[in-house]
């Protein structure tokens, strides 16, 4: 799904070897890709003032949500740990939308969501679950969340679901 190759090297009774590329973008490119594209990110009036939370442990997955997240002018706040996302959702109960990752140290997202749900039952939780398990997104539901989007995120697809909870 990331547009990368992956081969394997093995010799009976010696080991083997793994190797896998993933593709980059240039930070140049990248530049001159998001100034073209700036101008075009629609965000609707009943979406303008978000308050996000991101559960998620790999740091990179959490970047790059939190630059989408920029570019609409949102606040976002990043908890590494399902005990982190409880916190912040204690300490800051304008928190609009949780993007609740399963497997998270500590208490999974699961857990974190329930303990959530216990003191608030409003605030929108969407787990990122992982690819073609629909057995993790029977358990999100259960467990309080209101929806599920598959890892990696897709833009599109989140933008779809956040208007399908926000829409006044
Ligand atoms: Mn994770």
Redesign the pocket.
Do not use: C, T
């Given at each position: 799904m990331l547009g990368g190759r992956i081969r394997a090297e093995s010799k009976p009774g010696k080991g083997s070897a793994f190797y896998f590329t993933l593709p980059y973008q240039l930070k140049e490119k990248e530049d001159h890709k998001q100034k073209q594209v700036l101008p075009k990110v629609e965000v609707p009036d009943y979406l303008k003032k978000m308050k996000i939370l991101i559960a998620?442990?790999?740091v990179l997955?959490a970047i790059l949500l939190f630059r989408i997240f920029e570019k609409y002018g949102w606040e976002t706040i990043i908890a590494k740990s399902g005990t982190e996302a409880v916190i912040h959702c204690l300490n800051h109960p304008d928190i609009d939308l949780i993007l609740m990752?399963?497997?998270?140290?500590g208490i999974d997202?699961y857990e974190a969501t329930r303990r959530i749900r216990q003191f608030n039952s409003n605030i929108v939780i969407i787990a990122?679950t992982a690819f073609a398990l629909s057995t993790e997104r029977n358990r999100a539901i259960k467990a309080g969340c209101n929806d599920y989007i598959s890892k990696p995120i897709d833009k599109v697809t989140l933008m779809s679901l956040i208007k399908k909870y926000f829409k006044k």
């Open positions: 998620e442990d790999d997955s990752d399963i497997q998270l140290p997202g990122q």
